[in-house]
């Protein structure tokens, strides 16, 4: 069965500091990995995803993710936290053999961004 | 291009009662899906639509059902509503299969 684990309920970082939201999966075949964003009482917003190809994947915002096979890990960064990015971060992944369209999602973490 | 849109955006019912809630795509994409998204839960695939077929199906009772029309604009359904039924449900669209773009999502409330 496909799974998604954010291991931290909530990250803080102070403005212009760099920030990592960890995410680690479990999934049947080659993983699609993707990160979405939620602002309050928003719909969800693509960030970024991996596919196939390079592991150091570049996505809106200035953020990036880094595809780990062996650690089975999708962690998201970015350089310089602002503190618009305070909102709820959520890891995503889809197989073949679940459904490409069946995401399955982590429970979120949220990022506190401190001036 | 038009995001994913969803009506209505709030809705307020009683116990037993029936909802209907609708979604349209971006232009161009086939591919609808629902998600429910509770503080319990977190977020939960229901089903996805391709080509007015239902192609994937998540682990809800029947309660819950959907459509898609031949424009591509879906619909869902939930009879009989319960109070856990109470969510944010959102939609998301996609042109076949990669990556998905979600709407704002429909509030349900019920009393």
């Known amino acids: 069965a496909q799974s998604v684990a954010q291991p931290e309920d909530q990250v803080n970082v102070a403005e212009g500091n760099p920030l990592t939201v960890k995410c680690t999966y479990s999934?049947?075949?080659?993983?699609?990995l993707f990160w979405y964003v939620q602002y309050p009482n928003r719909g969800l917003q693509f960030l970024l995803k991996?596919?196939?190809?390079?592991?150091l994947v570049k996505g809106s915002y200035g953020f990036e993710a880094e595809f780990n096979k062996s650690q089975t890990s999708f962690h998201l960064k970015k350089p310089s936290a602002l503190v618009s990015d305070s909102a709820l971060y959520f890891c995503a992944v889809s197989a073949f053999s679940g459904g490409y369209n069946k995401l399955i999602f982590g429970a979120g973490t949220r990022l506190a961004v401190h001036p | 291009k038009a995001g994913v849109t969803q009506t209505p955006r709030y809705l307020i019912k009683t116990r037993g009662q029936q909802v209907t809630l609708s979604c349209s795509p971006i232009s161009g994409h086939r591919s609808v899906s629902w998600y429910q998204q509770t503080p319990g839960q977190g977020l939960q695939f229901l089903f996805e639509?391709?080509?007015?077929?239902?192609?994937n199906k998540g682990n809800f009772p029947g309660r819950f059902s959907g459509r898609q029309f031949s424009n591509s604009r879906s619909e869902m359904n939930v009879s009989t509503l319960e109070l856990g039924d109470s969510a944010l449900y959102l939609c998301?669209?996609?042109?076949?299969?990669?990556?998905?773009?979600f709407g704002p999502g429909t509030r349900l409330t019920v009393l």
């Open positions: 999934v049947s075949g080659n993983p699609y």
């Open positions: 639509y391709f080509s007015e077929t239902q192609r």
């Open positions: 991996y596919i196939t190809g390079d592991n």
């Open positions: 998301a669209s996609s042109p076949s299969w990669d990556t998905q773009y």
